[in-house]
């Protein structure tokens, strides 16, 4: 868990100086929508193939969380890199779905 720190922060102190958010980056809209889908699909899914591959409810739960971060960092990277804006609101929704699919993770788990 201490390397998904590492990497969500650690990888914006060597950048660019942050830039003021655009105006079509809204808190709630079909993009953040679509970010948080995927974050809760990706921690659900990577939650059960681990556990599926005998580990306990601890380990899936760590990797499908870093799996969710490193997905989410790594698309705004990704935008970053290609000329578009880092959007800490995507973040956001990011970590909004990875909660809500580690929820869904452990009421399935029980």
Same mark, same amino acid.
């Given at each position: 868990?201490?390397?998904?720190?590492?990497?969500?922060?650690?990888?914006?102190?060597?950048?660019?100086?942050?830039? &003021?958010?655009?105006?079509?980056?809204?808190?709630?809209?079909?993009?953040?929508?679509? !970010?948080?889908?995927?974050?809760?699909?990706?921690?659900?899914?990577? !939650?059960?193939?681990? &556990?599926?591959?005998?580990?306990?409810?601890?380990?899936?739960?760590?990797?499908?969380?870093?799996?969710?971060?490193?997905?989410?960092?790594?698309?705004?990277?990704?935008?970053?890199? !290609?000329? &578009?804006?880092?959007?800490?609101?995507?973040?956001?929704?990011?970590?909004?779905?990875?909660?809500?699919?580690?929820?869904?993770?452990?009421?399935?788990? &029980?």
């Amino acid at each position: 868990m201490r390397f998904g720190f590492v990497l969500l922060f650690g990888s914006f102190q060597f950048g660019a100086p942050p830039e &003021r958010s655009p105006e079509g980056d809204r808190w709630f809209g079909p993009d953040k929508a679509k !970010h948080f889908a995927v974050s809760a699909l990706v921690q659900g899914v990577t !939650h059960g193939v681990v &556990r599926g591959t005998g580990n306990d409810y601890r380990t899936a739960s760590g990797v499908a969380a870093l799996s969710t971060l490193s997905v989410g960092v790594g698309k705004e990277l990704w935008d970053r890199s !290609h000329g &578009r804006y880092f959007s800490w609101k995507d973040i956001g929704a990011d970590v909004a779905g990875g909660v809500t699919g580690a929820v869904v993770a452990r009421q399935v788990d &029980r």
